[in-house]
Nanobody
Framework: QVQLVESGGGLVQAGGSLRLSCAASGSISRFNVMGWYRQAPGKQREFISTITTRGDTNYAASVKGRFTIFRDDAKNTAYLQMNSLKPEDTGVYYC?????????WGQGTQVTVSS
């Protein structure tokens, strides 16, 4: 059973930074893609960023240049470095991991950016 555990969320002022972590149970090399999504209050879950096993990355336009996704296979963990945070970045951030057969989700971590 795959488990993804997010951490690193919290309350931060606009302009600040946070680093989210997604720790997987077992090797993350089995995941074709790992990514981050967020859900703001009253809105649908939206794509933020993904990274492949080759290290290819993709970002939503709203976070490009401010957020960086990376992975440490030795630690079985993916990260999302978030800089220059804005109030509109507030939401629950979810980690996602995809294999050929299935995709998996973590329980989410809350990020709140105050103005």
């Amino acid at each position: 059973q795959v488990q993804l555990v997010e951490s690193g969320g919290g309350l931060v002022q606009a302009g600040g930074s946070l680093r989210l972590s997604c720790a997987a149970s077992g090797s993350i090399s089995r995941f074709n893609v790992m990514g981050w999504y967020r859900q703001a209050p009253g809105k649908q879950r939206e794509f933020i960023s993904t990274i492949t096993t080759r290290g290819d990355t993709n970002y939503a336009a709203s976070v490009k240049g401010r957020f960086t996704i990376f992975r440490d296979d030795a630690k079985n963990t993916a990260y999302l470095q978030m800089n220059s945070l804005k109030p509109e970045d507030t939401g629950v951030y979810y980690c996602n991991a995809v294999t050929v057969f299935k995709d998996y989700w973590g329980q989410g971590t809350q990020v709140t950016v105050s103005s």
